[in-house]
């Protein structure tokens, strides 16, 4: 069995990107919220994790088709900004759908945040299985 490691700087290479996407979706999303996501997780908000979780796994989902079809980087980039619209805009419905969503996650409401998370990861699916190549 011989192991090629020819596909490792493409690997690298995107994974990276990837990586980088995630991290540039996180920020941005936690300065549009009201919350600040971070400092709740750290103090133990159950709710503040669950609707970052979620909204990080709903990035995720389309970010991972767009890397698998991605013909070059500056394609994947694009298909994420798609992707990070589109759960920018779920968050925006979660807000409309949810009164006082952000207030219900600063006082750890469950509910409100699983809610948030499944919008999120719901939309995020949709995204990832519309893109087509």
Not at 27 to 50: C, F
Not at 55 to 68: H, M, Q, T, W, Y
Not at 73 to 101: H, S, T
Request: charged share 15%.
């Amino acid at each position: 069995m011989t192991i090629s490691m020819a596909g490792l700087p493409a690997f690298l290479i995107y994974f990276c990107v990837g990586f980088a996407l995630i991290a540039g979706f996180a920020a941005i999303y936690m300065r549009i919220t009201p919350h600040d996501e971070i400092a709740l997780i750290r103090s133990g908000n159950l709710s503040a994790a669950i609707a970052f979780g979620g909204n990080l796994i709903g990035f995720s989902v389309p970010l991972e088709k767009a890397i698998e079809q991605a013909a070059t980087i500056p394609d994947l980039v694009i298909w994420a900004v798609i992707a990070m619209a589109v759960q920018f805009g779920a968050y925006g419905f979660a807000r409309i759908a949810i009164p006082d969503l952000s207030r219900k996650i600063e006082e750890d409401r469950i509910p409100s945040a699983a809610m948030l998370a499944v919008i999120a990861v719901l939309s995020g699916t949709l995204a990832g299985a519309s893109m087509t190549e």
